[in-house]
Nanobody, 126 residues
Framework: QVHVIESGGGLVQAGGSLTLSCVAS????????MGWFRQAPGKERELVAT????????NYGDSLKGRSTISRTSRANTTNLEMTDLKPEDTAVYYC???????????????????WGQGTQVTVVS
């Protein structure tokens, strides 16, 4: 069984920053991409960012491009998403996912990930 656990969500003022973390554990694939997606009420799930197994290839969606940075720790089973200059429209549930396919494939297809976390709520108030 694979476990994907997010943390770090919460309430933040507009213009503020927040860092989300995600840890994958259990019977994970030998190598896998990791990524963040978000879903606001009444909207479809959308890409935020993905990162390759090596951490060298990063892909960003339009939603937080220029205001977010994805990274991966040396242990490779943890990814962080640093978000800055947050806006009320960034309010959503943020999901972490892992994918045995490439980070580029993961970025192109929201249906690609193999395992998902339960999500963490991010609320931005003005």
């Amino acid at each position: 069984q694979v476990h994907v656990i997010e943390s770090g969500g919460g309430l933040v003022q507009a213009g503020g920053s927040l860092t989300l973390s995600c840890v994958a554990s259990g019977r994970t694939p030998p190598s896998y991409a990791m990524g963040w997606f978000r879903q606001a009420p009444g909207k479809e799930r959308e890409l935020v960012a993905t990162i390759s197994w090596s951490g060298q290839v990063k892909n960003y969606g339009d939603s937080l491009k220029g205001r977010s940075t994805i990274s991966r720790t040396s242990r490779a089973n943890t990814t962080n998403l640093e978000m800055t200059d947050l806006k009320p429209e960034d309010t959503a549930v943020y999901y972490c996912a892992i994918d045995e396919d490439s980070s580029r494939t993961m970025a192109r297809d929201v249906g690609s990930p193999d395992y998902w976390g339960q999500g963490t709520q991010v609320t931005v108030v003005s």
